[in-house]
């Protein structure tokens, strides 16, 4: 008997010398019962999964700004930084790193950062590579419609900020994000593949560590999830997040189910230039959807427009000084006439609520700089709102346009995502610190528990601002009205709308 139990304990004691990286996933199931693998079993199990394909900690599907923004922040981070990560996305960027050249003009895909956006961008190590490029500040951003009765303005001074955001072209941040993650000791594969096929077991399981049971779940493949990829190969890992956009294959094939709808409306976007440089972001709601001009630095500006369908195609074929004219009549007189000073007097019927009166309530309406020249080719695309009802299963956590996709209005998509980024990165960091599996579905959920119900807010609201103002009808105007005016007018509104449109506040209530 004794030499039994020391032969077993000699077993333990070389299954225990098992590399992390290989096999640090947790076991499914603690069968006291088993008997520990042979060492030539060992063996075979790992060079069986050795043939079959790579293992990973993470897989991050879709290396676009979300899944870049993951990984760097996993590279960041003492408790993460040491995983082996996969990268697969077919875009050659990623490996031929790209060049930005400071004298093009700005491409027409641009993202609105938020001061919250920011920040995680600087704990990362990241803005510094978009300082180097170009980008706008923003102190100020001014909002009304087409009716001349509803206006507001925001400045940055109302909560004692220097800014309300910053306008980045993607593919700048893309290359910021890039830049941090190859500049840093970071254990990371870039595929430059597409994913095709992804078997992820299911079964229930303990999270507790078992060197036998582990082995015979890497055997089974019960630990791990498989990618198949286009160009033929395969890897396994503990975790695979999937950041590959609204059409997420990843979502799909986990089996995550979404609701949402197409609006009756496209996005036309391009860059223009004025005369002068535009500091300020306007934003003018018109009867068919709002037209945003946003600053983008050096005289230019990048136009997001929302109509109708054919409204977007007639207005992509214009010829150029057609379409120039256009946007200027919806920035200016078109539709209806400029703002009065308020609908509702001098705002004193709220004077009850603005004791301390924002700096901004007494600045008087202002019309955005002309548009001189178009700087760059139109794009046209669909509007829709989809949202998963999941973010997190067994091995698998959707993060950005995967999980939700949301109506341009305010430009907070991007910014939606970049937060999912760095709240999977602190949970894995989280799970890492008390030994439990990373994709382990209970520690998945802490994930979508934290970013769900701020996605669910913020999606409403913007839906609720589009629907809002896909009528035109009389008695609703003037409610629209009224809500601009008090926005405008009550203070500490005023401070909760902005912070909560910066990522600085969970819910638009009063502070």
């Given at each position: 008997m004794n030499r039994t139990i020391a032969r077993r304990l000699a077993a333990n004691a070389y299954a225990l010398r098992i590399p992390r990286k290989s096999f640090s996933s947790q076991a499914p199931g603690n069968d006291a019962s088993s008997v520990p693998a042979c060492p030539s079993h060992e063996h075979e199990v790992k060079q069986s999964l050795k043939n079959d394909g790579q293992l990973y900690d993470v897989a991050i599907v879709g290396g676009g700004m979300v899944g870049m923004a993951l990984a760097c922040s996993l590279a960041r981070m003492p408790l993460t930084k040491q995983l082996n990560v996969a990268i697969i996305d077919s875009n050659p960027a990623l490996q031929n790193k790209l060049i930005i050249k400071k004298e093009d003009p700005p491409d027409p895909r641009v993202s609105t950062v938020t001061p919250a956006t920011i920040s995680l961008f600087k704990d990362?190590?990241?803005w510094e590579y978009v300082l180097q490029n170009r980008h706008a500040f923003f102190d100020k951003m001014q909002v009304w419609d087409y009716t001349g009765l509803g206006y507001t303005r925001y400045e940055a001074r109302d909560i004692n900020k220097e800014a309300l955001g910053c306008v980045v072209e993607n593919k700048v941040l893309h290359y910021a994000l890039l830049s941090c993650m190859q500049n840093?000791?970071?254990?990371?594969t870039i595929y430059s593949s597409r994913l095709t096929s992804m078997a992820v077991h299911r079964s229930s399981s303990s999270t507790r560590a078992n060197s036998t049971s582990s082995l015979t779940a890497l055997h089974n493949q019960r630990n791990l999830a498989k990618l198949d990829l286009s160009d033929g190969s395969s890897l396994y890992a503990k975790l695979v997040v999937g950041s590959d956009g609204g059409k997420s294959l990843v979502r799909e094939l986990a089996g995550f189910k979404t609701t949402g709808w197409s609006y009756p409306q496209n996005a036309l976007i391009c860059t223009v230039e004025h005369t002068?440089?535009?500091?300020?972001?306007?934003?003018?709601?018109?009867?068919?959807g709002p037209i945003a001009l946003l600053p983008i630095g050096d005289k230019f500006s990048n136009i997001v427009w929302t109509m109708s369908p054919k409204e977007a195609s007639d207005c992509n074929s214009m010829k150029e000084a057609d379409f120039i004219k256009a946007v200027n009549h919806a920035l200016d007189y078109g539709y209806g006439p400029h703002p009065k000073s308020s609908l509702l007097g001098n705002g004193d019927m709220f004077s009850w609520l603005r004791a301390d009166a924002t700096s901004s309530a007494k600045e008087s309406f202002e019309v955005p700089p002309k548009v001189v020249r178009l700087a760059s080719a139109r794009m046209v695309f669909p509007l829709s709102l989809r949202h998963a009802s999941d973010y997190a299963s067994k091995r698998v956590a959707l993060i950005g346009d995967a999980a939700h996709t949301v109506h341009p209005l305010a430009g907070q998509g991007v910014n939606l995502g970049f937060e999912d980024a760095f709240a999977l990165s602190k949970v894995i960091a989280e799970g890492i610190a008390v030994g439990t599996d990373i994709g382990e579905v209970s520690l998945l959920k802490k994930y979508e528990a934290e970013r769900k119900p701020a996605n669910i807010m913020m999606m409403a609201v913007l839906d609720g601002f589009q629907k809002a103002y896909s009528v035109d009808f009389g008695p609703l105007n003037i409610l629209r009205a009224a809500a601009f005016?008090?926005?405008?007018?009550?203070?500490?509104?005023?401070?909760?709308?902005?912070?909560?449109?910066s990522g600085e506040q969970k819910l638009p209530l009063f502070s």
């Amino acid at each position: 008997m004794n030499r039994t139990i020391a032969r077993r304990l000699a077993a333990n004691a070389y299954a225990l010398r098992i590399p992390r990286k290989s096999f640090s996933s947790q076991a499914p199931g603690n069968d006291a019962s088993s008997v520990p693998a042979c060492p030539s079993h060992e063996h075979e199990v790992k060079q069986s999964l050795k043939n079959d394909g790579q293992l990973y900690d993470v897989a991050i599907v879709g290396g676009g700004m979300v899944g870049m923004a993951l990984a760097c922040s996993l590279a960041r981070m003492p408790l993460t930084k040491q995983l082996n990560v996969a990268i697969i996305d077919s875009n050659p960027a990623l490996q031929n790193k790209l060049i930005i050249k400071k004298e093009d003009p700005p491409d027409p895909r641009v993202s609105t950062v938020t001061p919250a956006t920011i920040s995680l961008f600087k704990d990362v190590g990241a803005w510094e590579y978009v300082l180097q490029n170009r980008h706008a500040f923003f102190d100020k951003m001014q909002v009304w419609d087409y009716t001349g009765l509803g206006y507001t303005r925001y400045e940055a001074r109302d909560i004692n900020k220097e800014a309300l955001g910053c306008v980045v072209e993607n593919k700048v941040l893309h290359y910021a994000l890039l830049s941090c993650m190859q500049n840093s000791e970071f254990q990371k594969t870039i595929y430059s593949s597409r994913l095709t096929s992804m078997a992820v077991h299911r079964s229930s399981s303990s999270t507790r560590a078992n060197s036998t049971s582990s082995l015979t779940a890497l055997h089974n493949q019960r630990n791990l999830a498989k990618l198949d990829l286009s160009d033929g190969s395969s890897l396994y890992a503990k975790l695979v997040v999937g950041s590959d956009g609204g059409k997420s294959l990843v979502r799909e094939l986990a089996g995550f189910k979404t609701t949402g709808w197409s609006y009756p409306q496209n996005a036309l976007i391009c860059t223009v230039e004025h005369t002068i440089e535009n500091q300020c972001a306007w934003q003018r709601f018109l009867p068919a959807g709002p037209i945003a001009l946003l600053p983008i630095g050096d005289k230019f500006s990048n136009i997001v427009w929302t109509m109708s369908p054919k409204e977007a195609s007639d207005c992509n074929s214009m010829k150029e000084a057609d379409f120039i004219k256009a946007v200027n009549h919806a920035l200016d007189y078109g539709y209806g006439p400029h703002p009065k000073s308020s609908l509702l007097g001098n705002g004193d019927m709220f004077s009850w609520l603005r004791a301390d009166a924002t700096s901004s309530a007494k600045e008087s309406f202002e019309v955005p700089p002309k548009v001189v020249r178009l700087a760059s080719a139109r794009m046209v695309f669909p509007l829709s709102l989809r949202h998963a009802s999941d973010y997190a299963s067994k091995r698998v956590a959707l993060i950005g346009d995967a999980a939700h996709t949301v109506h341009p209005l305010a430009g907070q998509g991007v910014n939606l995502g970049f937060e999912d980024a760095f709240a999977l990165s602190k949970v894995i960091a989280e799970g890492i610190a008390v030994g439990t599996d990373i994709g382990e579905v209970s520690l998945l959920k802490k994930y979508e528990a934290e970013r769900k119900p701020a996605n669910i807010m913020m999606m409403a609201v913007l839906d609720g601002f589009q629907k809002a103002y896909s009528v035109d009808f009389g008695p609703l105007n003037i409610l629209r009205a009224a809500a601009f005016n008090g926005a405008h007018y009550i203070s500490p509104l005023k401070r909760s709308i902005i912070s909560f449109a910066s990522g600085e506040q969970k819910l638009p209530l009063f502070s």
